[in-house]
């Protein structure tokens, strides 16, 4: 079955950093772009960046530079997210999600998400 | 930066047909995405370049694009469509989502 499976929840305290994992599996793990979008409670969708798992080439939200590192393993399929410097609002839950495309054009969209990870930040 | 402006809510009445709107400068140059959010659950892509549906969508969901603004229309709502609903675009490399609106069927 294609899916993406996410690591299991976190609790840290303030101005640590958390690592979220993120396994493919039924799939071509360096044929696609994984993204990385969290949810605060309540609260709506927010992009934090992407990584291309062939060539690690990232790209990332302009709020999130300079503290969150995207890696990707190809030996075991696994997409890593990286948030240091935790806050008190960094408490969400993170996705995981597959960027596909529209064979032989640049159109593209986001359809396998994981079940999420919860990270809790709190002192 | 770039962005997109949903209504914060909508509500129907089953059997009904709603539309969702979400709109942003230029959007019709950014192939828009629509994700259906039930609680507790992760999103699901419902719409993405503005109108194809991916497969086990049902055929209730459509969408549109106009210049500025791509709209979600559910045809017959069901009572299982109560959800929210983020629309998503590209930029520059970059992916935006609108705020979100909550659909209420009464």
């Known amino acids: 079955q294609v899916q993406v499976v996410q690591s299991g929840a976190e609790v840290k305290k303030p101005g640590a950093s958390v690592k979220v994992s993120c396994k493919a599996v039924?799939?071509?793990?360096?044929?696609?772009?994984v993204h990385w979008v969290r949810q605060a409670p309540g609260q709506g969708l927010e992009w934090m960046g992407w990584i291309n798992p062939n060539s690690g080439v990232t790209k990332f939200a302009q709020k999130f530079q300079g503290r969150v590192t995207m890696t990707s393993d190809t030996s075991i399929n696994t997409a890593n997210m990286e948030l240091s410097r935790l806050r008190s609002d960094d408490s969400a839950v993170y996705y995981c999600?597959?960027?596909?495309?529209?064979?032989?054009?640049?159109?593209?969209?986001?359809?396998?998400w994981g079940k999420g990870t919860t990270v809790t930040v709190s002192s | 930066s770039y962005e997109l402006t949903q209504p914060p809510s909508v509500s129907v009445s089953p059997g009904q047909t709603v539309s969702i709107t979400c709109s942003g400068d230029?959007?019709?140059?950014?192939?828009a995405c629509w994700f259906q959010q039930k609680p507790g659950q992760s999103p699901v892509l419902v719409i993405y370049?503005?109108?194809r549906r991916p497969s086990g969508i049902p055929e209730r969901f459509s969408g549109s694009n106009s210049g500025n603004t791509a709209t979600l229309t559910i045809s017959g709502t069901q009572a299982m469509d109560e959800a929210d609903y983020y629309c998503?675009?590209?930029?520059?490399?970059?992916?935006?989502f609108g705020g979100g609106t909550k659909l209420t069927v009464l």
């Open positions: 998503q675009a590209w930029d520059s490399s970059t992916v935006v």
């Open positions: 999600v597959r960027q596909d495309r529209i064979r032989g054009t640049h159109v593209y969209y986001m359809d396998l």
């Open positions: 230029k959007l019709g140059d950014k192939d």
């Open positions: 370049q503005y109108t």
């Open positions: 039924g799939y071509t793990f360096t044929g696609y772009y």
